[in-house]
């Protein structure tokens, strides 16, 4: 059984930083990509960054350049170093995974496979 935790959530201004945290939980190996996805209120679910299985990161294109997804497999861990904040970054954060995805395929993973974390709530103001 594997859990995700996320955490680092909370209100910034636009223009700000905030790091989450996803912390892992269980039968997981360091190997597995993970990934962060984010919803607003309204819309659907999209993929913001992935791992790699070669060790490189791909990012959708509104947060390339401002955000950074980093594991710590140490600490079984997931980043997402976010910079530059804008007001419609505004939405709940999840981490997931779904070996043997990686990158864009765990990009667009549908929410009813793999494994997902309960969110945590991102607010930019102007």
């Known amino acids: 059984q594997v859990q995700l935790v996320e955490s680092g959530g909370g209100s910034v201004q636009a223009g700000g930083s905030l790091r989450l945290s996803c912390a892992v939980f269980?039968?997981?190996?360091?190997?597995?990509?993970m990934a962060w996805f984010r919803q607003a209120p309204g819309k659907e679910r999209e993929g913001v960054a992935a791992?790699?299985?070669?060790?490189?990161?791909t990012y959708a294109d509104s947060v390339k350049g401002r955000f950074t997804i980093s594991p710590d497999n140490a600490k079984n861990t997931l980043y997402l170093q976010m910079n530059s904040l804008k007001p419609e970054d505004t939405a709940m954060y999840y981490c997931?995974?779904?070996?043997?995805?990686?990158?864009?395929?765990?990009?667009?993973?549908?929410?009813?496979?793999?494994?997902w974390g309960q969110g945590t709530q991102v607010t930019v103001s102007s």
């Open positions: 269980g039968y997981f190996y360091s190997t597995y990509c």
């Open positions: 997931a995974a779904d070996p043997p995805r990686c990158g864009f395929r765990l990009l667009v993973l549908p929410p009813d496979r793999g494994y």
């Open positions: 791992m790699n299985n070669d060790g490189s990161m």
